[in-house]
């Protein structure tokens, strides 16, 4: 009879302990390297508690001992055995074990089918930087993720960007990005105030899901003073710089310009024949009319060709169309050499003769 209200307080106290788990219990991950669980433990639970994480399809199993949190919960971490080895679609099944107070082992299922790409918290970004550059603010961070060369998660992540007034924690202001960077314009901050500024993240809800992660670590930064002037500003951060720019673009576009005027004119230029006609310059300045009237009452009259006088003229009586010979008439030696006086040419003189003579002496042959 002893023996049997003893197994009913067992399995009654069994039946709480397991009650009391079921619906007390969170596990989540980074999807990088380490599940962090808590579990809520009553008073119950005496003595040593830990979880069980066996991976399916795999002979890969961790133990993670629950640490006593206070107010009765209990939490712990695992790591896995190399970092950046989560994958879609890995699953585990997580089982609570823990010594009865009478010194009895007694385990139970918490779940038997988790995924890791489910419940994932993830890392905290890093890096925050705050830039200031044409009237605007850049906020540029780093996700943590960037080492895992097969991990979608990084793709996969939107951000929540806060930024306050750092004196008094009051108009908090919240931007929503899916990238590792975001700018606000200066319009939309007050002049001379310090701002504190932390990003944190979460999964995108399109493939991963889980919750937001931690703040990063706070930046400050200042606005510009009141007193300053947006052109003042500008000449003391940026005005030097692209004043320099300009200036020398300028001075570069100058030169060219002058570059190209002189050889414009250059091709532009005509000689001037003064050097040549030095007396239409000197005594007409340059009037041609003028110039060709004086050279044309200077031009000298040609005369016409005197006719050279004649020492001597012999006639001679043309002979008959018979009596002509020919020296390239062949076999006629004994003609040619009684020619005689014959062979001498109608108009032949010892210096020369002019046209005329040669004129009248082919009428007298023709006739």
């Known amino acids: 009879m002893e023996q049997l209200k003893m197994l009913q307080l067992v399995l009654l106290h069994a039946g709480l302990w397991l009650t009391d788990t079921s619906e007390n219990f969170q596990c989540d991950n980074d999807f990088t390297l380490t599940i962090s669980c808590s579990v809520n433990l009553t008073s119950a639970h005496d003595g040593l508690h830990w979880l069980n994480f066996d991976k399916m399809y795999s002979d890969e199993?961790?133990?993670c001992n629950l640490s006593n949190?206070?107010?009765?919960?209990?939490?712990?971490s695992v790591a896995m055995e190399s970092s950046c080895n989560f994958v879609d679609f890995d699953m585990y099944k997580i089982t609570l074990c823990g010594n009865a107070s009478d010194g009895a082992k007694m385990c139970h299922m918490l779940d038997d089918r988790y995924l890791p790409k489910e419940h994932i918290k993830p890392n905290a970004p890093c890096c925050l930087a705050v830039s200031h550059n044409a009237s605007r603010h850049h906020f540029m961070w780093k996700n943590t993720y960037e080492k895992c060369r097969f991990t979608v998660l990084k793709d996969n992540l939107e951000y929540q960007l806060c930024f306050y007034?750092?004196?008094?924690?009051?108009?908090?202001?919240?931007?929503y990005t899916d990238k590792t960077d975001y700018s606000v314009d200066d319009r939309d901050l007050e002049r001379n105030t310090e701002y504190t500024t932390r990003v944190r993240s979460k999964p995108s809800e399109t493939h991963f899901k889980g919750q937001w992660s931690d703040w990063s670590q706070e930046v400050r930064w200042k606005t510009d003073s009141v007193t300053d002037s947006p052109a003042d500003g500008f000449l003391s951060k940026h005005g030097k710089k692209t004043f320099l720019a300009l200036g020398a673009t300028a001075t570069l576009a100058?030169?060219?310009?002058c570059a190209l005027l002189i050889k414009r004119r250059r091709d532009e230029f005509v000689p001037t024949p003064e050097p040549y006609f030095q007396s239409l310059y000197a005594n007409c300045h340059g009037d041609f009319k003028s110039w060709a009237d004086t050279k044309g009452n200077m031009t000298m009259t040609l005369k016409p060709e005197d006719t050279l006088k004649v020492d001597s003229h012999v006639e001679e009586t043309p002979a008959r169309h018979d009596e002509m010979t020919y020296e390239n008439v062949p076999n006629q030696p004994e003609r040619l050499a009684a020619r005689g006086p014959a062979s001498i040419p109608p108009c032949y003189c010892p210096e020369y003769c002019t046209m005329s003579d040669l004129e009248k002496s082919a009428q007298v042959s023709g006739n």
């Open 69 to 76: 949190t206070g107010g009765g919960h209990g939490s712990c």
């Open 254 to 257: 100058l030169i060219l310009g």
């Open 61 to 63: 199993t961790y133990k």
């Open 165 to 175: 007034d750092g004196r008094d924690k009051g108009g908090l202001r919240f931007h």
